[in-house]
């Protein structure tokens, strides 16, 4: 603790949610630490804090050790979207599992508190509905999505050893598809794309019947979440479920934003990716009991922030 504040480091602090999360921890007066190699982030993201006295930017990649002092690391770095985290498969496995062996010997060394920002994805294609917590999944380990999912699922690993081994403080959520203001306009995931497609009069395209659900929970929401739970106890590790219940069909969703951007845009359906899963919503029963969360913001107040983002890039 300098001055009173805490050292947070961030990792992929340039990114969607890492952006959001650096802002909400300065205006939580802790002294920000962000790290990323801008694989998928972006200056811009934090424009609104980069002079701020207490916010300092690292370029590095998380593959590589790292050493500075800090008392929580939040890790982030991971690109998330199919499309980015595809076109360099072996890359995005590094920085889940060298990425995450580095962060947590940092925080073995500097003895700070180190959360672990998994996935729905390690569910895969689930089985079970909505998703909890013990269910184990079902994930094809060599398919093109695996480099993230298994990835992800190696990364809860090295958490869970290294508290079993070291008794460290780790705290592990799996995120449910997030959305909001800084998602980036070309990554190809659901929200931003038909947002984009719509605001052009592009077609909107929907992979496979469209049939296949998301639930989908707002930046400000999931933020809110990620620092209950470093604020949590130690005998709280997770892994917790993050993400809103709210469960829609693709083509609901294309046919909620063609309304509310107030498109000419006609759904076209393209084939379904390899592997894409059927249906996800989670099980937030324990983000209720260890967090006293929800999230609050429901998916239309949350797209006309997001919409209003993308028309005025
Ligand atoms: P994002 O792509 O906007 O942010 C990821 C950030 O990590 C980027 O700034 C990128 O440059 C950085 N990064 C990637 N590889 C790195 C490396 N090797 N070293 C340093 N930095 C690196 O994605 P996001 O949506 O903000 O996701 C943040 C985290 O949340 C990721 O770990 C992701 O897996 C997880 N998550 C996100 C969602 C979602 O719906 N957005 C869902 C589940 C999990
Ligand atoms: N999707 C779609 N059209 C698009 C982009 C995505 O129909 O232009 C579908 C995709 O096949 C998946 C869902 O939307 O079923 C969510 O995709 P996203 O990439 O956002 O996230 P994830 O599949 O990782 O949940």
């Known amino acids: 603790m300098r001055g009173g504040r805490k050292r947070v480091l961030v990792t992929g602090g340039a990114g969607f949610i890492g952006s959001h999360l650096c802002e909400q921890l300065l205006a939580r007066k802790c002294e920000v630490l962000c790290v990323d190699n801008m694989y998928t982030g972006n200056r811009d993201n934090l424009r609104d ?44 496995t590094k920085t889940s599992v060298i990425g995450s062996i580095n962060m947590l010997g940092l925080a073995k060394r500097t003895k700070s508190k180190i959360l672990q920002t998994s996935t729905s994805e390690v569910y895969g294609d ?24 298994e990835g992800k699922r190696c990364a809860e690993t090295l958490f869970f050893d290294y508290r079993r081994q070291y008794n460290m403080p780790i705290k592990v959520v799996r995120i449910f598809n997030t959305y909001g203001p800084r998602m980036h306009p070309n990554d190809g995931r659901v929200v931003s794309n038909f947002i984009m497609q719509a605001l052009r009069g592009e077609p909107i395209t929907v992979f496979g019947e469209g049939q296949q659900t998301r639930s989908f929970c707002y930046v400000d929401d999931l933020v809110d979440a990620l620092q209950r739970m470093m604020d949590t106890e130690h005998d709280v590790t997770g892994p917790i479920n993050v993400g809103n219940p709210g469960e829609f069909t693709i083509k609901q969703l294309a046919e909620l ?11 076209e359906y393209r084939p379904l990716p390899q ?3 059927k249906q996800r919503k989670p099980d937030i029963s324990k983000a209720k009991q260890f967090l006293d969360w929800q999230p ?3 998916l239309r107040e949350g797209l006309v922030k997001t919409i209003d983002y993308f028309r005025n890039l």
């Open 49 to 92: 804090i980069a002079n701020h006295p207490y916010f300092s930017f690292i370029r590095h990649d998380v593959t590589f050790p790292l050493f500075v002092e800090v008392d929580e690391i939040f890790n982030l770095a991971a690109p998330a979207s199919p499309i980015h985290y595809q076109f360099d498969p072996v890359q995005t």
């Open 126 to 149: 689930p089985q079970i509905h909505p998703q909890t917590e013990e269910y184990w999944g079902n994930v094809n380990c060599i398919g093109p999505r695996s480099c993230y999912d």
């Open 257 to 267: 934003v063609i309304e509310m951007v107030g498109s000419k845009s006609k759904i």
């Open 275 to 277: 592997d894409d899963p």
């Open 296 to 298: 609050k913001t429901q």
